[in-house]
Nanobody, 122 residues
Framework: QLQLVESGGDLVQPGGSLRLSCAAS????????IGWFRQAPGKEREDISC????????KYADSVKGRFIISRDNAKNTVYLQMNSLKPEDTAVYSC???????????????WGQGTQVTVSS
């Protein structure tokens, strides 16, 4: 069965770094664009990053551009989100999702993981 499992969420201090992982099973990840999303209580879900199936195209929301880096290791069937210079406003549940397409297109994501909690606080 198709499954995406996020891991790596933790409590970190402002300015710290964290790497999230999105591990896929039941399908070959390299056929699909993968996105990272986040949602904080009382806020709408935010698209924060996406990587194309081959890894050649990446996209970032303005709120994370220059701080976060998305990458993929298709041999490990895993997509990563390296999060640097973390801010309290980055606190949210982070989820990964699979697009039905090979390239990053808004509203093309149909399969979701359960999410991992990231808390940035002193």
């Amino acid at each position: 069965q198709l499954q995406l499992v996020e891991s790596g969420g933790d409590l970190v201090q402002p300015g710290g770094s964290l790497r999230l992982s999105c591990a896929a099973s039941g399908f070959t990840l390299d056929n699909y664009a993968i996105g990272w999303f986040r949602q904080a209580p009382g806020k709408e879900r935010e698209d924060i990053s996406c990587i194309s199936a081959g890894g050649g195209v990446t996209k970032y929301a303005d709120s994370v551009k220059g701080r976060f880096i998305i990458s993929r290791d298709n041999a490990k069937n895993t997509v990563y989100l390296q999060m640097n210079s973390l801010k309290p406003e980055d606190t949210a549940v982070y989820s990964c999702a699979r697009s039905r397409l090979r390239f990053c297109v808004v509203n093309s994501f149909t399969s979701w993981g359960q999410g991992t909690q990231v808390t940035v606080s002193s």
